[in-house]
């Protein structure tokens, strides 16, 4: 196999791939074309003149002249405007035959069949922009370049699936043009899909998919085949991925239905479906066919996708598709919550990308809400439960709609959507008594006592925490108790309590509203909510110090509120503080209004605004019930809780936390009230509702230990029993020399290295989720020491470290200024070269050897330095650097088996320096450029002594000029033999034609192609 364990056999199997899903191939140099177009205009217009032979021509050339130059001053909006021409289609006006203008809709793809419609991949296609770039794969469909592919070498460690984005984000300056028409973008090194023990998808190979304006983190992985198995390693990723997502059917399905632009205040994001989402939506859509169909039972069933998987977009794309279902001929959606702030919250979201489900409705009012159902269909309508009440004069609520084709979609399958007997969702049924009901949950459903089949019917599909967390689609969640013993640190108070309920009221009811006032009073103290504030602040701005983000208080009154908001507006240091809640004007305190506190729906849009700006000054928002449910605010990565909650309330908030955000290494709960016991209920509630693992657990528990596990491993790393965490104390001198004899150490052999910065990389990780505890605050200066060792130690490597950049997720720098006040030991500076350049290997360089302590760290820089020069010069002679290459490899190998000192290596470094050297004395003395001198030492080798110098100086002439006159783009590729065997042909005419003898024909001829391989592989963009 010609390119076995290449960059092209791993682009070649993925033709290969998707080849055998009925896609045809075309190798992108043979085009011809101009490269500054990306759409092939020929593909597409075939494929609208068999669509459309009954149009004049010329209304298909206004036709693909309209799809092809979108409108849009900016990329993302051009690309959203493509999109909807290509997902919904548009009206072209022509003349018939009898000269009567009319109008065609025109669509540019068969949805209906996917075989009627071009799928072709072409690799290498040459692009011409700001720059002329190359993109490894694209998929066209009727002529577009939807999709890209970009790969790196599986086979080799660098570069990486991360070296693939950067590579995309370059072209994106490039040849912005193809992102005109771009739907997904893939990104590969050929790793599997993922271990689901690292920290990160990307802590091993890995094969990502995601929109081209999305950012690293939004890139995701593909672990289905089927929507049913989840595939975490044991196959191929981008086997998953092809064969999960690529089917024709299936693109045809993500492109139409599963990407969204989100436009809010003109601010276009464009967002694509998870695998999960993916499968999850087109399951309900099956049972949604199922279930209004004239025998249905009306019971589409239940998505469980946890909090913050995009519950709310997977809502969408279920109503987008399902619109365009002609089974379902137009039907209504009404998608109702049980409280005013989720409908908002989800209307608002609806809105945001309603150019995927179209027009949306707000109901009001109720008599607004009955006057949408009656209408005949096509309706997404928005209300909260409580708008299917009784008038003062009705006993039963009016029919509105008796279609068969309405959709009831529950946000949160919980509470008021049960009592089928009395209540709201009994008067809802009333009013729809045809309606099929869908619930999309983000906790499980068996946390609700009413029988949940009943109401919605079985689990379609479940995407839990776990999965969430493995996948990445989440941020792993930590419990921190911190009870302030105060008046609730009284052992009786619940007997207490009960005889001052007794007096206060006689029922149950009564008794537990008393319960709760009392306990409210108690938790707002004025010494308390003093203590409660002084220790918030303390801990949030060591939790900052390492980690910027936002906090979230709950309290469990208004009131307790407003006290703590006055508390930490009195402590130093308290940065921007707002508090979200509405007010009762008739019973506030006037004083609430004054200050701001009682908030309106845009002033609380507005706070919700600066709260997801991380770099706003406002930093923490204070609660009592609001935004603990459907909001998602990226950056917020701590949650205080001052207020009892159970269930999936509970469940519900501290997923507020769980969000995406930049590195972001985990969300926290801190505990000021005593929530343990009911989060262990509400964690076995999950487990037995389909759960998996403990969604919060205790970091005294968890992260602590990891963190001090961690630590001990580094310490194992690391030479003698020095203090690390006590070298701001040292002297300069004593500092550094410890500094060089540990980092000297770890430099010994690529694995001490190595194992040194993924185990550190970890470590800060683990550090950032404990730094604010009192028992770990005081290991931050040896944290920081750790650091600066990873810093010099990367300056040995080839290029900057992935693993670094994928394991240290959110964590600052510590002390920045502090760090630059001690001075940060450069290991050039201490090897005592100025900078990294090969001319340091002399003589006088050996002879101070003996005076320097730390001759292994100065040996792995200098082969450092070396080995990227060779490898350099390399491409250009692979004659005579292959033994330069294998003896640096060979003298190394020696050096860590240490069989000779580090003295003797230097100087074997400096005698392959020299012969390095005299390799521009060669170019002079033979007159020969350096590109020529490579073939000469390639033809050379085995006839040397059978043909003189000169003659073989003017043969190497004729040699290479005769290479380059027959290159042409891609030409050792396999499917390029054509143009291989021309250059193959013109090499042997000139060896004929200079005299060289017949026996020695063939060898040379196989030299000159071997070195004009590794010379030219990349013509022409290479040059």
């Known amino acids: 196999m010609p390119n076995q364990g290449t960059e092209s056999q791993f682009e070649e199997t993925t033709i290969d791939r998707l080849v055998a899903l009925g896609y045809r191939y075309q190798y992108g140099g043979d085009l011809d074309r101009d490269w500054r177009e990306v759409v092939n205009s020929v593909w597409l217009r075939n494929f609208l003149q068999e669509r459309y032979s009954h149009l004049p021509s010329e209304a298909l050339e206004e036709a693909l002249v309209r799809a092809t130059r979108p409108e849009g001053i900016t990329p993302e909006l051009r690309n959203k405007n493509f999109h909807q021409l290509f997902t919904r289609g548009f009206e072209q006006k022509y003349r018939n035959a009898a000269g009567v203008e009319t109008f065609e809709h025109i669509y540019l793809v068969d949805w209906k069949d996917p075989k009627t419609n071009d799928f072709c991949v072409v690799n290498q296609l040459t692009i011409r922009g700001q720059n002329d770039r190359r993109p490894d794969i694209l998929i066209y469909l009727n002529g577009f370049p939807l999709v890209l592919f970009e790969?790196?070498?599986?086979?080799?460690?660098?570069?990486?699936?991360?070296?693939?984005?950067?590579?995309?984000?370059?072209?994106?300056?490039?040849?912005?043009?193809?992102?005109?028409?771009?739907?997904?973008?893939?990104?590969?090194?050929?790793?599997?899909?993922?271990?689901?023990?690292?920290?990160?998808?990307?802590?091993?190979?890995?094969?990502l998919h995601g929109m081209w304006t999305g950012t690293w983190e939004w890139y995701a992985p593909w672990k289905s085949i089927n929507g049913r198995d989840i595939v975490e390693s044991s196959i191929g990723a981008m086997k998953t991925l092809i064969e999960g997502l690529f089917p024709k059917e299936r693109l045809l399905d993500y492109i139409r239905h599963f990407i969204a632009f989100e436009v809010v205040n003109e601010k276009i994001e464009k967002k694509g479906a998870k695998y999960h989402q993916f499968f999850g939506v087109r399951f309900a859509v099956e049972e949604a066919v199922r279930a209004t169909r004239p025998d249905g039972d009306r019971k589409i069933g239940v998505i469980w996708h946890t909090q913050g998987s995009g519950k709310s977009l997977s809502m969408a794309y279920f109503v987008a598709i399902l619109r365009h279902s002609a089974a379902m001929e137009n039907p209504t959606f009404v998608i109702q919550v049980d409280r005013t702030d989720l409908d908002e919250q989800l209307h608002d979201q609806f809105v945001a990308v309603r150019s995927l489900v179209g027009e949306v409705q707000h109901a009001e009012s109720v008599d607004e809400l009955r006057s949408l159902l009656r209408g005949e269909g096509g309706e997404v309508i928005f209300s909260t439960i409580e708008k299917f009440r009784l008038d003062e004069k009705e006993a039963v609520h009016p029919v509105l709609s008796t279609r068969r084709n309405l959709i009831v979609i529950a946000d949160e399958a919980h509470r008021t959507q049960y009592g089928l007997t009395e209540g709201f969702a009994y008067q809802l049924r009333r009013a729809l008594p045809n309606a099929s009901f869908i619930g999309f949950t983000g906790t499980p459903v068996s946390f609700a006592t009413a029988d949940t089949q009943a109401v919605f019917g079985q689990l379609i599909h479940t995407y839990d925490m776990v999965q969430s967390r493995k996948d990445h689609s989440t941020v792993p969640i930590y419990y921190e108790a911190r009870l302030i013993k105060l008046e609730l640190a009284n052992e009786n108070i619940n007997t207490d309590l009960?005889?001052?309920?007794?007096?206060?009221?006689?029922?149950?009811?009564?008794?537990?509203?008393?319960?709760?006032?009392?306990?409210?009073?108690?938790a707002g103290t004025k010494e308390r909510i003093a203590e409660l504030a002084a220790t918030i602040l303390d801990h949030y701005q060591k939790r900052t110090a390492m980690l910027d983000g936002k906090a979230l208080i709950v309290c469990m009154t208004r009131r307790n509120c407003v006290r703590l908001y006055d508390a930490l507006q009195k402590l130093p240091g308290c940065p921007e503080v707002k508090i979200v809640m509405t007010g009762n004007l008739?019973?506030?305190?006037?004083?609430?209004?004054?200050?701001?506190?009682?908030?309106?729906?845009?002033?609380?849009?507005?706070?919700?605004?600066?709260?997801?700006d991380v770099k706003d000054p406002l930093k923490i928002v204070i609660v009592r019930d609001m935004w603990l449910t459907g909001t998602d605010i990226p950056c917020l990565h701590t949650l205080?809780?001052?207020?009892?909650?159970?269930?999936?309330?509970?469940?519900?908030?501290?997923?507020?936390?769980?969000?995406?955000?930049?590195?972001?290494?985990?969300?926290?709960?801190?505990?000021?009230?005593?929530?343990?016991?009911?989060?262990?209920?509400?964690?076995?509630?999950?487990?037995?509702?389909?759960?998996?693992?403990?969604?919060?657990?205790k970091i005294d528990e968890?992260?602590?230990?990891?963190?001090?596990?961690?630590?001990?491993?580094?310490?194992?790393?690391?030479?003698?029993?020095?203090?690390?965490?006590?070298?701001?104390?040292?002297s300069n001198i004593e500092f550094e020399d410890m500094f060089n004899q540990a980092c000297g150490d770890l430099m010994e052999t690529d694995e001490q290295r190595d194992g040194f910065l993924t185990v550190e990389g970890k470590l800060n990780a683990a550090f950032s989720l404990v730094n604010h505890l009192s028992s770990c605050i005081g290991f931050a200066d040896e944290i920081v020491f750790y650091q600066l060792l990873r810093k010099q130690l990367l300056k040995t490597t080839s290029g900057p470290s992935q693993k670094d950049e994928q394991k240290v997720k959110a964590v600052r720098q510590l002390l920045d200024t502090s760090i630059e006040s001690k001075g940060v030991v450069d290991i050039f500076q201490a090897a005592g070269i100025e900078k990294p350049d090969i001319s340091i290997l002399d003589e006088r360089f050996l002879n101070e050897v003996p005076a320097q302590k730390q001759e292994n760290m100065r040996v792995k820089l200098l082969a450092k330095i070396l080995s990227d020069e060779i490898h350099h010069r390399e491409k250009s002679n692979v004659t005579r650097y292959k033994t330069f290459r294998e003896m640096l490899e060979d003298t190394l190998r020696k050096y860590h088996n240490r069989a000779i000192q580090a003295a003797d290596v230097i100087r074997l470094l400096i005698e392959i320096r020299k012969d390095i050297d005299c390799e521009q004395q060669r170019t002079k003395q033979l007159n020969l450029t350096s590109e020529e001198l490579a073939f000469y030492d390639a033809v050379s080798q085995n006839v040397a002594n059978l043909y003189d110098q000169q003659f073989l100086c003017d043969l190497v002439r004729d040699v290479v000029q005769s290479v380059k006159r027959n290159l042409k783009v891609d030409w050792t590729k396999p499917h390029r033999e054509d143009v291989m065997a021309g250059v193959r042909s013109a090499v042997k005419n000139v060896l004929r034609r200079r005299g060289v003898k017949a026996e020695h024909l063939e060898p040379l001829t196989k030299q000159v192609i071997i070195q004009a391989e590794a010379m030219f592989r990349d013509w022409p963009l290479a040059a």
């Not at 019973?587 to 997801?612: C, F, L, N, V």
């Not at 602590?704 to 690390?724: C, H, I, T």
């Open 586 to 612: 008739s019973e506030d305190p006037p004083e609430w209004s004054q200050a701001g506190h009682i908030t309106t729906k845009p002033q609380r849009d507005a706070i919700k605004a600066r709260m997801k």
């Open 702 to 730: 968890t992260a602590k230990a990891v963190f001090l596990e961690l630590l001990d491993d580094v310490r194992k790393m690391l030479p003698g029993s020095d203090n690390y965490g006590h070298w701001r104390t040292m």
């Open 498 to 522: 009960e005889e001052v309920t007794e007096e206060i009221g006689s029922t149950i009811a009564d008794r537990e509203k008393a319960k709760w006032a009392a306990m409210a009073e108690a």
């Open 151 to 207: 790969l790196k070498n599986p086979y080799e460690e660098e570069p990486s699936t991360l070296g693939a984005f950067n590579q995309v984000q370059h072209y994106k300056a490039g040849i912005s043009q193809l992102f005109d028409y771009n739907a997904l973008v893939v990104v590969s090194d050929g790793g599997v899909v993922g271990n689901s023990t690292d920290d990160t998808p990307l802590a091993s190979g890995s094969t």
């Open 640 to 697: 205080y809780v001052d207020k009892p909650m159970k269930g999936h309330t509970l469940m519900q908030a501290i997923a507020r936390v769980n969000r995406i955000f930049s590195n972001k290494p985990g969300g926290l709960i801190v505990d000021f009230i005593g929530i343990g016991d009911q989060l262990r209920d509400a964690t076995k509630k999950y487990t037995q509702g389909g759960g998996a693992g403990e969604p919060a657990p």
